[in-house]
């Protein structure tokens, strides 16, 4: 089977012109001294996008958000649209549970994202032409040479209904969840002996984009269903609701009052982290 590699920064810089902006890499700790970053610590957060905005995530620019009964709505329209929201907070360790409606549409990706400052990141991915899978990625440090982290899930009319996804991750295992039921799990031992674990503070991300446009590389569209069909336009996803609690440092739920999260090396390690 054919696993395309797709991180999140690589795609947003792929997907959208106004990628600059949209992407803002971040300082890197592992060739500087970044600031500390904050935590959503023993704050748990509910976020019922029905209602409209939540205050944990913010709108990258060129996403204007809306809201309606369905939850926060990303839509494309054009090819160089990539709605993206983000959380400002970090969790280290700790557990999503978000409920969405994929977009549909070849060559159109919605997506779900762990991502932090050095680039570790866990993921789920629907393919708008796809309309029985969700996909599970992992990636670290960045790390995209490779194609054999990627895997793909049954799931039912992902693109017209709504559905759980969770990922629970621990130092010992990342849990991918579809309605409650487990459909993947990573451990340490997985990923080279713990060396390309996701082991760094990360922010939660919420877009979709488009990988099947005219600028989109072969490989990319392929992956994404083909190129994308813009007369078919709107593409359309809902993310209803999410639910975010940081674990921090622990691998469960904590009352710890975390504040911030700091890297005390380059190492990128887990146990380099210092939690304040
Ligand atoms: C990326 O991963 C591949 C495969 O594991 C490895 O051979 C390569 O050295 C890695 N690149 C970097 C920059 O770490």
Redesign the pocket.
Known sequence: MFFKPISAAAVALAASGLVAAQTSIKCNPLYMTCPADPAFGSEGVNCDFTKGACSAFQALEGTTPEYNGNGAVFEIQREFEAPTMATAKYIFFGRIDIVLQAAPGRGIVTSVVLQSDDLDEIDWEWVGSDNAQAQSNYF??G????YDRGAYHPVGNPTGSFHTYTIEWTSKVVNWMIDGNSVRTLTPEQA?GGA?YPQTPMQIKLGTWVAGGTASAPGTAQWAGGYTDFTAAPFIAYYKSISIVDYASSDAPSSSGVDEYVYGDRSGSSQSIQSH
């Open positions: 670290s440090k790390n995209t040479s490779t080279n390309t």
